[in-house]
């Protein structure tokens, strides 16, 4: 273990090219992009980046890299995820060619009623009502994730990945500058917790600022019992307890037998064709990948490549295809093993012709839009629940080509802001609909025991025309990880973009209200021609947190989005 430690502290960050990025918004510290030639890793915060890396130095597998990062992600970016919340997994095994999703998402409590997030007088909770509290909080996945993914696919003993986050831990690191801001955004509802409260601010009683040096003794504690006894750990024995209590003592309904029956479900890839290459990823209960298979499955019947990226008619396109996917998400996305997901109609090529023939039909933004009708729909009411942007994004290649993309959360920042054991729980019931009917019909993501919310959490791989890996991303952002995911493979795919070009380029994302558009670079003129074809605009800041690698001739090249602190580096 002390070899490993040491290695950490002295393994060389990679070799990078310091150009300029391209289009770089004022602010913004821009990444470079990073050379490899057989591993890469790309992480949200440049500890978790360095613990992945180390570990893919000492001969282990992209999982368990991804395990090292996802520990120390947990102390250094609390707010976005960790050992309370969830997450999916997609695996690409080289030798084997085999690909393989884990769903590790949280479930409702099975005491948890559907009204739970209505009112004495039948009316839906305000947001933020229903997130600070117990109400809010699902059995977590995580750790449960981590442990199946290292079975099926981990190299070094499981007992070594958790070094670099207990040493973390136990002597401290800085705060960035992102965490500090998000503390003091959140400060009101942090206080709320004792446990939140005495560690999220000083002596003072103010928020802890950019730099101060925090220590976690009581994570790494539980840390290190993880790394002994696996998950028993953690969904048994006096962990359980705590959580289970914190979570009762604020109004949730999460119990020691939720906890004990969690399960990880393996499920099959979803898949679809777009242009020469197979786009895959996670199916139900992601509503991710289903919508870019319906968005890239309209958008395949235009010649995109020619318009180029700074064509309004392009960016109507993606926008009103966004549009029209959102619409079928709201109405059918959910949980399949509860609800009957109509996948199969809805990337059903005639279908999305009939969809893309909407967008051939006239030259402005469609002036209203609704759900389709595909194959295999039964009735339901559409979900108005939001989904806000929290979350973190692992990219990872190993030394052998395996490849993991890997989307975790705890949901909103903070997630319900209760703490166990130096950890924060998840708000991740409030990703179901706060409403379990509309006019009598049923919501298909309602609240029911057992079932997993809907996510667009996007891990996603890409393979190229002979089968073989090309890309592997992913980011955070509530609903938004759609919009950031389509833009990188249109950027890339269509456009000829390099990753780090394309994770500097102003978004412009349409999820079924306002067309929302990054105030810089090719937006500045793009913005009023949008406007003029119809869109109502909405500018400001796109929190998006891509997370890519490219296989290409001369080797893997990866970047990090530069609005978040994630780093990219070579591990070979």
Not at 77 to 87: D, K, N, R, T
Request: charged letters at 15%; one cysteine or more; a neutral charge.
């Amino acid at each position: 273990m002390r070899l490993l430690l040491l290695a950490l502290l002295w393994l060389p960050l990679a070799h990078a090219d310091n150009r300029p990025a391209p289009e770089a918004a004022t602010g913004w510290q821009t990444q470079p992009l990073v050379q490899a030639k057989n591993a890469m890793v790309v992480t949200a915060n440049p500890h978790a980046s360095k613990a992945a890396q180390a570990m893919l130095a000492s001969g282990g597998s992209a999982v368990d890299a991804m395990i090292a990062a996802q520990m120390v992600l947990t102390l250094v970016e609390p707010q976005s995820s960790g050992l309370g919340g969830g997450g999916f997994l997609v695996h690409w095994q080289q030798d084997e060619q085999q690909l393989s999703t884990l769903d590790g998402r949280e479930t409702a409590p099975q005491q948890a009623p559907s009204e739970l997030f209505l009112d004495d007088q039948g009316q839906p909770l305000g947001f933020m009502d229903a997130v600070v509290g117990g109400r809010s909080v699902g059995t977590p996945g995580t750790v449960m994730l981590m442990w199946q993914a290292h079975q099926r696919f981990g190299a070094l003993p499981w007992r070594e990945l958790f070094a670099p986050a207990i040493g973390l831990a136990l002597n401290g690191f800085d705060v960035s500058p992102r965490l500090a801001r998000l503390i003091a955004g959140n400060a009101d509802s942090l206080r709320r917790d004792p446990q939140t409260r005495g560690y999220f601010f000083d002596a003072d009683g103010q928020p802890l600022s950019a730099g101060h040096h925090l220590t976690n003794p009581e994570l790494a504690a539980l840390l290190t019992r993880l790394s002994i006894e696996g998950p028993s750990a953690f969904y048994s024995g006096k962990i359980a307890q705590l959580m289970t209590d914190k979570v009762q003592k604020a109004s949730g309904h999460l119990s020691l037998a939720d906890l004990g029956q969690y399960r990880v479900q393996p499920r099959p890839a979803l898949c679809f064709p777009y242009r020469q290459y197979k786009i895959c990823g996670m199916g139900p209960p992601s509503s991710g990948t289903l919508a870019l298979g319906q968005i890239l499955g309209m958008l395949s019947h235009f010649e995109l490549s020619t318009m180029g990226p700074a064509s309004p008619r392009a960016w109507r396109l993606i926008a009103d295809a966004s549009r029209l996917a959102f619409a079928d998400r709201g109405r059918y996305a959910t949980d399949s093993d509860f609800v009957p997901v109509p996948v199969e109609g809805l990337l059903d090529a005639d279908y999305l012709a009939g969809r893309a023939q909407l967008l051939k039909n006239t030259e402005q933004a469609l002036p209203a839009v609704s759900p389709g009708a595909p194959k295999g729909y039964w009735p339901t009411a559409p979900d108005r629940s939001p989904e806000f942007p929290s979350t973190t994004h692992i990219s990872i290649i190993d030394t052998k080509g395996n490849a993991v993309s890997l989307t975790s959360t705890i949901e909103n920042a903070f997630g319900s802001r209760l703490m166990v054991q130096g950890f924060l729980l998840n708000n991740e019931l409030t990703d179901f609909a706060f409403e379990p009917e509309v006019n009598g019909m049923p919501v298909a993501n309602r609240l029911q025991p057992g079932k997993r919310p809907r996510s667009s959490m996007s891990p996603t791989l890409v393979f190229d025309d002979k089968g073989q890996l090309l890309l592997v991303l992913g980011s955070p952002g509530g609903s938004s990880i759609i919009g950031y995911v389509l833009h990188a493979l249109v950027n890339i795919l269509d456009w000829g973009m390099d990753v780090r070009e394309a994770v500097h380029q102003p978004h412009v994302l349409h999820r079924g209200g306002s067309l929302e558009m990054e105030p810089f670079g090719r937006n500045l003129a793009l913005t009023p021609a949008m406007k003029t074809l119809g869109y109502d605009i909405r500018t400001g800041e796109l929190n998006s947190g891509l997370h890519l690698i490219m296989r290409t001739p001369a080797g893997l090249r990866g970047a990090a989005d530069p609005r978040r602190e994630g780093l990219a580096l070579a591990a070979d």
